[in-house]
């Protein structure tokens, strides 16, 4: 259980600490003036603060618990990407569009959070000046930084946090009913390292929602899920972060960028191991499979194409839609090169060189010796 107690007695300042079971240990954090700002409205009277603002790229939070369980959505971060940004301490310069645009909805998501859950919040501390020093576990790779905390007008106890998340594209029976817990996994375990982390039964998470608005789910502590997550991190930390050695190909986009910055050949080919030897007949035996996969989804679309007459079919638990459209190609290269090299020569080729970006990259090029 989590208990309140004062614990500076000769400062001027009202400070607070949380402690807990063994095997956690206090650390600092302090409410931003941001918080306070939103505190002091009578309509929302719960505390906030993030904590840390910015928490260390060397350490595994929250948002990096999908990638070690392999549970990230497309384009999201990759093992190989944490890896290197566990190594190289700083994060990545790279946001994408639908990165920002979460970030930028966030702030309304929160708003709408405590408009819903208002009558609960109203339970919660405004005491907002006071540090608050908050349960953590003694382990050396994890660190948190969640989008809010809510504390006990009563004692001051940590209570819950909850996450808000931009939902562009949900994937259809993803997302179930308010309340609940189904939610992609990739959300859940963040949600459960957070709940870990600060030691509370409960985390919500409030997602916007396509056609549904903002949605708020809750997870309730699972000892075997956590479980199940401490011991990927603990894995993927002392078998790759420690000793430095890379996670295993993924097949990513991420791992080929890797592999460019990390290898220059030489013309001198290696004898192949018998080892590497299956390996690569598995490679020629998948690249079969794939050819012939996606000539057989070919066939099978046209198939379809024409058992409808091209009107499309409204089956059971499925659906077809034909539609017809002129398919246009603009060469926009040959009208650049025309346009440039015509009005403005000069023009045209510093943009070329401003425009232009260079990177290393691996070409590999694997085929079968004849007769073999």
Same mark, same amino acid.
């Given at each position: 259980?989590?208990?309140?107690?004062?614990?500076?007695?000769?400062?001027?300042?009202?400070? &607070?600490?949380?402690?807990?079971?063994?095997?956690?240990?206090?650390?600092?954090?302090?409410?931003?003036?941001?918080? #306070? !700002?939103?505190?002091?409205? =009578?309509?929302?009277?719960?505390?906030?603060?993030?904590?840390?603002? !910015? #928490?260390? $790229?060397?350490?595994?939070?929250?948002?990096?618990?999908?990638?070690?369980?392999?549970?990230?959505?497309?384009?999201?971060?990759?093992?190989?990407?944490?890896?290197?940004?566990?190594?190289?301490?700083?994060?990545?310069?790279?946001?994408?569009?639908?990165?920002?645009?979460?970030?930028?909805?966030?702030?309304?998501?929160?708003?709408?959070?405590?408009?819903?859950?208002?009558?609960?919040? &109203?339970? *919660?501390?405004?005491?907002?000046?006071?540090?608050? =020093?908050?349960?953590?576990?003694?382990?050396?790779?994890?660190?948190?930084?969640?989008?809010?905390?809510?504390?006990?007008?009563?004692?001051?106890?940590?209570?819950?946090?909850?996450?808000?998340?931009?939902?562009?594209?949900?994937?259809?029976?993803?997302?179930?009913?308010?309340?609940?817990?189904? /939610?992609?996994?990739?959300?859940?375990?963040?949600?459960?390292?957070?709940?870990?982390?600060?030691?509370?039964?409960? +985390?919500?998470?409030?997602?916007?929602?396509?056609?549904?608005?903002?949605?708020?789910?809750?997870?309730? #502590?699972?000892?075997?899920?956590?479980?199940?997550?401490?011991?990927?991190?603990?894995?993927?930390?002392?078998?790759? /972060?420690?000793?430095?050695?890379?996670?295993?190909?993924?097949?990513?986009?991420?791992?080929?960028? *890797?592999?460019?910055?990390?290898?220059?050949?030489?013309?001198? =080919?290696?004898?192949?191991?018998?080892?590497?030897?299956?390996?690569?007949?598995?490679?020629?035996?998948?690249?079969?499979?794939?050819?012939?996969?996606?000539? #057989?989804?070919?066939?099978?679309?046209?198939?379809?194409? /024409?058992?409808?007459?091209?009107?499309?079919?409204?089956?059971?638990? +499925?659906?077809?839609?034909?539609?017809?459209?002129?398919?246009?190609?603009?060469?926009?290269?040959?009208?650049?090169?025309?346009?440039?090299?015509? /009005?403005? $020569?000069?023009?045209?080729?510093?943009?070329?060189?401003?425009?232009?970006?260079?990177?290393?990259?691996?070409?590999?090029?694997?085929?079968?010796?004849?007769?073999?």
């Amino acid at each position: 259980m989590i208990i309140f107690e004062r614990f500076d007695a000769n400062s001027n300042a009202s400070q &607070k600490r949380i402690t807990g079971p063994q095997g956690h240990q206090s650390a600092s954090a302090t409410l931003t003036s941001s918080a #306070r !700002n939103v505190l002091n409205n =009578k309509e929302m009277s719960s505390s906030r603060c993030k904590m840390p603002p !910015n #928490r260390s $790229p060397s350490k595994i939070g929250g948002s990096d618990v999908a990638a070690i369980l392999d549970v990230s959505k497309p384009g999201w971060q990759t093992k190989i990407q944490l890896y290197e940004r566990i190594l190289r301490g700083t994060w990545a310069d790279e946001t994408s569009d639908l990165m920002r645009l979460g970030q930028d909805m966030e702030e309304g998501i929160r708003k709408s959070y405590r408009r819903i859950r208002a009558n609960e919040l &109203k339970d *919660f501390s405004k005491d907002n000046d006071a540090p608050l =020093k908050l349960v953590r576990p003694k382990k050396q790779w994890a660190d948190a930084s969640p989008d809010d905390f809510f504390v006990s007008y009563d004692d001051g106890a940590l209570n819950f946090g909850a996450e808000y998340k931009c939902v562009t594209r949900p994937t259809n029976g993803e997302w179930g009913e308010e309340g609940t817990d189904q /939610v992609p996994m990739a959300y859940l375990a963040q949600c459960a390292f957070y709940a870990w982390y600060f030691n509370v039964s409960r +985390w919500d998470l409030a997602a916007l929602l396509p056609y549904r608005g903002v949605v708020i789910y809750r997870y309730d #502590r699972s000892e075997e899920l956590e479980e199940r997550i401490i011991s990927e991190c603990e894995k993927f930390w002392n078998e790759h /972060v420690v000793p430095k050695v890379p996670p295993p190909p993924d097949g990513s986009d991420a791992f080929n960028d *890797f592999l460019a910055t990390r290898y220059t050949p030489t013309a001198e =080919k290696l004898p192949a191991t018998p080892e590497v030897n299956q390996i690569a007949r598995a490679y020629f035996a998948a690249e079969k499979e794939l050819a012939e996969v996606e000539k #057989r989804v070919a066939t099978l679309k046209q198939s379809l194409i /024409v058992a409808s007459d091209g009107n499309g079919f409204d089956g059971d638990g +499925w659906q077809m839609t034909c539609r017809k459209q002129q398919r246009k190609s603009t060469k926009w290269k040959e009208v650049s090169d025309a346009l440039g090299k015509n /009005v403005r $020569p000069e023009l045209y080729t510093e943009s070329v060189v401003k425009f232009t970006t260079v990177s290393d990259s691996l070409v590999v090029t694997l085929k079968e010796k004849e007769g073999a």
